[in-house]
T-cell receptor, first 113, second 114 residues
Framework: NAGVTQTPKFQVLKTGQSMTLQCAQDMNHEYMSWYRQDPGMGLRLIHYSVGAGITDQGEVPNGYNVSRSTTEDFPLRLLSAAPSQTSVYFC????????????FGPGTRLTVL | GNSVTQMEGPVTLSEEAFLTINCTYTATGYPSLFWYVQYPGEGLQLLLKATKADDKGSNKGFEATYRKETTSFHLEKGSVQVSDSAVYFCALSDLGAGSYQLTFGKGTKLSVIP
């Protein structure tokens, strides 16, 4: 039982490049979400999903896309990276259709030059 | 909207000192309240939670009581250890308002020195 896994752990991009951050969970959780963590800002919700085929925007969705084709996977796509997207990204999952007791992955540290 | 305010850090304490990290919230519904902890280089882990007024959450010697009258959920520990050095986040989940989102405070960094 691996819990929530994220790849890659570190990534450096140039402005304008695109990439996908991967997130997977093996706990059969319905609820999954993506946060970004910036110094002095805490965690801010980017997108979330309450089940396969269902996604919705969080507090800071601009510049990011998500999809949820399976229960296990919830990738986050950066369409055209900008320096303002330099951050640490966390994926999380929860057992119910709620935000209760989320389980977090180890994070991806992204730098956009 | 919902918001969480927690005390600014960093907080530096000597081993065995008493810890309090203040947290207050605003919410439109009936929130559940949480404390998450982030150890260096890791993701967040749930430390404790409370789902209704006057509930006390506890774990690993940490406690927090859901105070609806003061809209607070302060984190306390009687005797901290070096291993408690981490960043602590207060958060709320307001399902009563139909929200599936966790709202986090900005985090408080705790350093415990021997």
């Amino acid at each position: 039982n691996a819990g929530v896994t994220q790849t890659p752990k570190f990534q450096v991009l140039k402005t304008g490049q695109s990439m996908t951050l991967q997130c997977a969970q093996d706990m059969n959780h319905e609820y999954m979400s993506w946060y970004r963590q910036d110094p002095g800002m805490g965690l801010r919700l980017i997108h979330y999903s309450v089940g396969a085929g269902i996604t919705d925007q969080g507090e800071v969705p601009n510049g990011y896309n998500v999809s949820r084709s399976t229960t296990e996977d919830f990738p986050l796509r950066l369409l055209s990276a900008a320096p303002s997207q330099t951050s640490v990204y966390f994926c999380a999952s929860s057992p119910g259709l709620s935000a209760d007791t989320q389980y977090f992955g180890p994070g991806t540290r992204l730098t956009v030059l | 909207g919902n918001s969480v305010t927690q005390m600014e850090g960093p907080v530096t304490l000597s081993e065995e000192a008493f810890l309090t990290i203040n947290c207050t919230y605003t919410a439109t519904g009936y929130p559940s309240l949480f404390w998450y902890v982030q150890y260096p280089g890791e993701g967040l882990q749930l430390l404790l939670k409370a789902t209704k007024a006057d509930d006390k959450g506890s774990n690993k010697g940490f406690e927090a009581t859901y105070r609806k009258e003061t809209t607070s959920f302060h984190l306390e520990k009687g005797s901290v250890q070096v291993s408690d050095s981490a960043v602590y986040f207060c958060a709320l989940s307001d399902l009563g308002a139909g929200s599936y989102q966790l709202t986090f405070g900005k985090g408080t960094k705790l350093s415990v020195i021997p």
